[in-house]
């Protein structure tokens, strides 16, 4: 799941469709999660709904609509969980303003899951981030507790003991594009955006 509905105020723009590598940063991250063996993958849109639809209306995505989108992440993530299908065990969720965060260490993620786990974190450099892996089990917990822009933080210190902590170091890097400066850093490469 691509949380992606934000507006990017501190962008300028909403984030999704801010382009990097020659793509916007919303193809660029439902492609990302396909190719790392994700089905279904949800995109949850909100800002500019239209025109990041048209943008993606040739991903392998399923567009989710968050009409509270401007109270925060946390509503995209209650929509984007909503809007599962009733036999998905888990959601990977991943947040579309980190392009450095690529197919191996969703695939990473995917493989703890096969191991066992159904709470889990990526870590870099001994950091905790995202994406976070939520087993369907967990899903009803995370949205009581979910608000603003929290996500599924509260929950994930409630439940510390259970959260698996995936060394991703090396695989990708978890910085985020805030600003349009940001982008400058991250394009020139994952070894100056850190």
């Known amino acids: ?78 929509a984007g969980l909503a809007a599962l299908p009733a036999d998905t065990e888990a959601a990977i969720i991943t947040l579309v303003d980190q392009p450095l965060v690529g197919v191996a260490v969703v695939r990473r993620m995917l493989q703890v899951f096969d191991e066992g786990a159904r709470l889990a974190m990526a870590s870099y450099h001994g950091r905790r981030a995202h994406p976070v892996l939520l087993g369907r089990h967990h899903w009803a917990g995370v949205a009581e507790l979910a608000h603003g822009d929290a996500g599924a933080r509260g929950y994930l210190r409630q439940h510390a003991d259970d959260v698996v902590e995936v060394d991703c170091t090396g695989l990708g890097d978890p910085v985020d594009i805030d600003r349009p400066e940001d982008l400058d850093t991250v394009e020139s490469g994952p070894e100056k955006a850190r």
């Open 1 to 78: 799941m691509l949380l992606a509905a934000g507006a990017g105020t501190r962008f300028g723009r909403p984030k999704a469709l801010v382009e990097f590598a020659g793509q916007p940063l919303a193809h660029r991250g439902a492609a990302m999660l396909a190719a790392a063996g994700c089905d279904p993958v949800l995109v949850v849109i909100g800002a500019a709904a239209d025109e990041v639809r048209r943008t993606l209306a040739d991903s392998p995505a399923r567009l989710v609509d968050n009409p509270d989108w401007s109270t925060g992440l946390a509503s995209s993530l209650k």
